[in-house]
């Protein structure tokens, strides 16, 4: 199957929180690329957030990534999230710099 994500993925893995209309959340980034972030959470997220609210990273990623809740499975959250090189550079190179 062929991908058809228009934008540039990078897979990782690093601990940080999402924080949904003021309360946070323990999850884990999964992916990031120019259009978001794609988060591995608890199972039962989706009791306690929504599609289309607005959710913010903090932790290692210093709240640098904040969109709309694009997708909501069990154990999957999708941010939209407009990312500009920067951040992901900034990002990428923080987390692979911390396991030098």
Known sequence: MQERRKKLRY??????RLVVN???Y????SDIGMGGVL???????????????SGELCGPVDAMFSGEI???EPGLIALKAYVNE?????????IFHEHD
């Open 39 to 53: 988060l591995s959470v608890d199972n039962d997220i989706d009791k306690h957030v929504s599609l289309g609210e």
């Open 86 to 94: 920067t951040n992901v550079n900034y990002l990428l190179d923080t």
């Open 26 to 29: 323990d999850c884990s980034v």
């Open 22 to 24: 003021g309360k946070s």
């Open 11 to 16: 897979d990782i893995a690093v601990n940080t």
């Open 70 to 72: 694009v997708r909501l």
